[in-house]
């Protein structure tokens, strides 16, 4: 009996011995990250038959060390710690163009209020040299932020490129370990049977839990407990003991643009498109670039391109103070088309601008299909993914959203694709041209006036000038004159049409050298000039119009561009200016604001998730104290057994002697 009370008190000390340790190895990882709980799981040693008697216990025996595990809840936080961080990304980066767009004091805003404000002071003193200086300075100082808008947002571009490069490094690192541990897990074994190595595997978890804070992955659990790891729409990134390879390459769409690829057993990379590497901070990046940042460039440099492109066509339509007809003001962007790195063909793509109101803030792909000679084109708008015509090659050059395309040079195959980016560099093209002074074209082109000596009340207006009149300007002086009997007027430039607009807008057009009918307060235009008469005029009266020599004393056409400001030159006619750069700062804050909503509530979930998987697989310290406790009074109370049959086996020894 004494020898069975030794064997039970020194399992029960074997026992102890191992609740004490798991309990110490606890406490010991309470802070390391993704560590589990571990448990030694103590069961009874059986019993002994004894004839006549029954069973008795044979003692204690530890079975096995599990971990408080639960499979369910660490998807579940892995899930929502990956969009939690491609939220807090996405905001990180938009507050930055929110910040930068809706500057008070060192934005665009202020600066293009200044700058009309000066063309007006030059309308209203065009001969004053300070003013008109103010002006050109002012123009200079709103190019200058448009540039540097448009470099910070560059700027902004390319710091994501190296935050892709930093996270892909990441994930190819936490999937060669997660591969390596796949196999230390094989070459221990026992993991489909009873011991289970729990450190190996809380450290695998941990590598899943930080590469689902990268980019959103699936976890699939292979027979021998090995993790296969997949991320985007499939791709392979762990099978087992081996790791895919990601790499960073220039986008073959846009090479601006960095993109994540995968190395496949050729060892080729094959780029991955943006839309399927969701969640994590790499996804939030991703999408912060394709919903944030391309639009926002796109909207700077349509609102610069519409600025340079109006406020030049208005400039030419004045005089400056020798006389001359205006110049361009501002240089203006060109819209880009830029060939997939993979096209097989050798076209080459022209865009122009045909009409700067109609443009969009989107980016357009044209994507080459069919056989040759019967090739087709399809062009679709990148904002709303709509297609917006296909075209065969009669059929350019084409026109969509105020671009003109013709194709430059070479030919198309089938497969090819094009990136058309009509506005994405207007802000950075934007500079003054018109930097002298003296050059600023204030005045208008045309005098009108009536010859000394008119009978009758009639006054002709001041012309308004469109850009037919850059086609056949004024070389002399054209003298109307007013006949009463017939009621008509004569002496329109010879090779000229006229057109006459009534006030209920009804139009009627005379041919070059036809006497025009006059009826007071009809609007009549000839050669992009458009003038009016009212009153009564009396035969023989006359009404000139001749070229300006000198615009020192008229700031009509200054102030033709300085109403540019508040004029719906935009959208289709529907937004000016200030309209459009209001609806870009909205739109950003808007959407800074909604993810940082989504970001905070996703914060709490988040914390909530953590806290349920913590309750079941985090160290309570106090419970651990507790156990050391409890376990070492088991420690001591089968020492005192193991005291209990050595005294036994000692006083039987001591009756035989």
């Given amino acids: ?34 560590y589990s709980r571990q448990t030694a799981v103590v069961g009874s040693g059986g019993g002994t038959y004894a004839p006549s008697v029954g069973f008795f216990g044979n003692g204690a025996a530890v079975t096995n060390v599990v971990r408080s595990y639960d499979q369910y809840l660490t998807s579940q936080l892995n899930q929502a710690q990956g969009t939690n961080e491609a939220l807090s990304t996405f905001f990180s980066q938009v507050s930055q163009i929110d910040n930068l767009l809706a500057n008070q004091t060192a934005g665009l805003a202020p600066l293009m209020q200044t700058f009309f404000t000066s063309v007006q002071g030059v309308a209203n003193t065009p001969s004053d040299p300070a003013a008109r200086q103010q002006m050109v300075s002012a123009a200079q100082a709103v190019a200058n932020q448009y540039r540097s808008m448009s470099l910070q947002l560059n700027d902004m571009n390319s710091g994501v490129n190296q935050q892709i490069s930093g996270n892909v490094d990441q994930i190819n690192t936490l999937a060669d370990q997660i591969a390596n541990i796949n196999k230390q897990i094989t070459l221990v074994g026992g993991v489909d049977g009873t011991q289970a190595p729990n450190d190996l595997l809380d450290q695998r978890d941990q590598m899943v839990s930080d590469l689902g804070k990268l980019v959103a992955t699936k976890v699939v659990v292979q027979d021998g407990g090995q993790y296969n790891v997949f991320i985007g729409n499939g791709q392979t990134l762990v099978l087992g003991a081996k790791a895919s390879t990601l790499q960073v390459v220039n986008s073959a769409a846009d090479p601006s643009r960095s993109a994540v690829a995968v190395i496949n057993a050729n060892g080729k990379p094959v780029e991955m498109q943006d839309s399927v590497l969701t969640g994590g901070s790499l996804g939030g ?74 443009l969009t803030t989107s980016d357009y792909t044209l994507t080459v299909s069919g056989a040759p000679g019967a090739l087709a084109y399809s062009l679709t708008r990148l904002s709303d993914n709509k297609v917006i015509n296909t075209y065969s090659d009669a059929d350019f050059p084409v026109t969509f959203d105020g671009v003109t395309m013709a194709i430059g040079s070479g030919k198309a195959q089938s497969g090819d694709s094009f990136l058309i980016q009509p506005t994405r560099n207007g802000g950075r093209d934007l500079s003054v041209i018109a930097t002298d002074p003296a050059k600023l074209a204030a005045a208008n082109p045309v005098l009108t006036g009536n010859v000394a000596g008119n009978q009758g009340t009639g006054v002709i207006s001041a012309p308004v000038i469109d850009a037919a009149y850059l086609n056949a300007p004024l070389t002399g002086t054209t003298t109307l004159t007013y006949d009463k009997a017939t009621n008509t007027l004569t002496g329109f430039p010879s090779n000229a049409s006229v057109s006459v607009t009534s006030a209920d807008g009804t139009t009627q057009i005379y041919n070059p050298g036809t006497p025009v009918p006059y009826t007071a307060g009809a609007k009549m235009r000839f050669d992009g000039v458009s003038i009016s008469i009212t009153g009564s005029p009396s035969t023989g009266d006359q009404f000139t119009l001749k070229p300006n020599s000198s615009g020192v004393s008229d700031g009509s056409n200054a102030l033709l561009l300085g109403a540019l400001q508040s004029k719906k030159t935009m959208n289709a006619g529907t937004a000016s200016f200030n309209d459009s750069y209001s609806q870009l700062v909205s739109s950003v804050g808007n959407k800074t604001r909604q993810v940082q909503i989504a970001s905070t509530a996703q914060t709490s979930l988040t914390a909530q998730i953590k806290a349920a998987q913590q309750s079941v697989s985090g160290v309570n310290q106090d419970e651990e104290t507790a156990n050391l406790l409890m376990f070492q009074q088991m420690y001591q109370a089968n020492a005192k057994v193991i005291q209990t049959a050595s005294t036994m086996f000692d006083a039987v020894l001591g009756i035989h002697t």
């Avoid at 030794?6 to 010991?28: C, D, K, P």
């Avoid at 993979?342 to 009409?355: E, H």
């Fill in 1 to 34: 009996m004494s020898n069975s009370m030794f064997y039970i008190g020194l399992s029960g000390l074997n026992a102890a011995q191992a609740s004490l340790l798991t309990a110490g190895h606890n406490s010991a990882n309470f802070a390391t990250p993704g």
């Fill in 285 to 358: 990046l991703l999408q912060f670039r394709n919903e944030a940042l391309g639009d926002a460039q796109n909207s700077l440099g349509r609102i610069a391109i519409s600025l340079a492109d109006t406020f030049n066509a208005q400039h030419k339509l004045g005089v400056d103070l020798s006389g001359a007809l205006g110049q361009d003001f501002f240089s203006q962007a060109s819209p880009s088309a830029i060939s997939n790195d993979r096209n097989k063909g050798d076209m080459k793509l022209a865009p122009t601008f045909s009409d700067v109101g109609q």
